[in-house]
């Protein structure tokens, strides 16, 4: 009598295991507290770096952008900035960690099998939880300064979360797959970053450029975001045209970036 024969071989199709994510959920939480616990990790402050790091940059903001240079946002430029800074470091904490989550955990992933997938969403949702606290001193901020707050803040604010947080996933884990085989990504991802920034209308407002540059402006996904995230706060009108554009292109990040990692993660451990 033969014995079966046993073929082990990755899928065909490109399958995101929900249902496996789920099942592993206790994992994705030890990797979560792990990376908190390693960032802040022998600094005397702690997570106070959380809120303190968003408040120096809007103080220097506000002293070179809104005394010296006489920029004007429609609202009180501290609350503008630190609210702009706060989504941003969401979404650049998240690319930024994610995409070295899988070079920083290459021991245990050449050990044990399970989906790699948790990985750069542990680096993101501690990204979220930063995300939270600061987001709790803005409110501090909006009494501070006496800023109004329209009550579409209740829907307005999820949904640039919910697209920050999508975009900034899909960038990171195409970076993470890519940095895995070609290292190079890591050395160009900082001065992605920068461009990403300055090309965010985090210092500036998009409604007060002209020419049709600033519809160029709005492929950088987190500019939909904002444009959501202020509406509340400054009231004008929404440009549902650039909004759509952002969306669009974190759709494309996000689908791009889940599809590349899910067809390449099978060779994870053997080149990492």
């Not at 990204?127 to 006496?146: E, K, R, T």
Request: aromatic share 20%.
């Amino acid at each position: 009598m033969t014995r079966p024969e046993i073929k082990i071989a990755p899928p065909k199709t490109t399958s995101f295991d929900l249902a496996e994510l789920w099942e592993n959920r206790e994992l994705l939480y030890f990797f979560t507290w792990r990376d908190i616990k390693v960032k802040y990790k022998q600094t005397y402050l702690g997570i106070l770096w959380v809120v303190l790091q968003p408040l120096l940059l809007m103080l220097v903001f506000y002293f070179l952008f809104f005394k010296t240079l006489n920029i004007r946002v429609g609202i009180a430029y501290p609350v503008y900035s630190f609210a702009g800074l706060i989504l941003w470091g969401l979404f650049s904490a998240g690319i930024t960690h994610s995409s070295e989550s899988l070079l920083s955990s290459s021991q245990i992933i050449r050990k044990i099998y399970f989906p790699r997938l948790l990985i750069p969403l542990a680096s993101l949702l501690t990204a979220m939880i930063d995300f939270l606290i600061a987001f709790a001193l803005l409110f501090i901020l909006l009494i501070i300064f006496q800023q109004p707050v329209s009550w579409k803040a209740f829907f307005c604010f999820p949904i640039a979360i919910i697209l920050t947080f999508i975009s900034s996933f899909g960038i990171g884990s195409l970076l993470a797959a890519l940095n895995v085989k070609y290292r190079d990504f890591r050395y160009l991802l900082p001065f992605g970053i920068q461009v990403l920034f300055f090309s965010s209308q985090i210092v500036y407002s998009i409604h007060s450029l002209q020419g049709p540059f600033r519809w160029l402006l709005y492929c950088n996904p987190l500019n939909g975001a904002l444009e959501i995230f202020y509406y509340p706060l400054q009231n004008q009108y929404l440009n549902f045209t650039g909004i759509l554009i952002s969306t669009g292109a974190a759709i494309v990040f996000f689908m791009g970036g889940l599809i590349y990692f899910k067809k390449t993660e099978v060779y994870f451990a053997d080149i990492i």
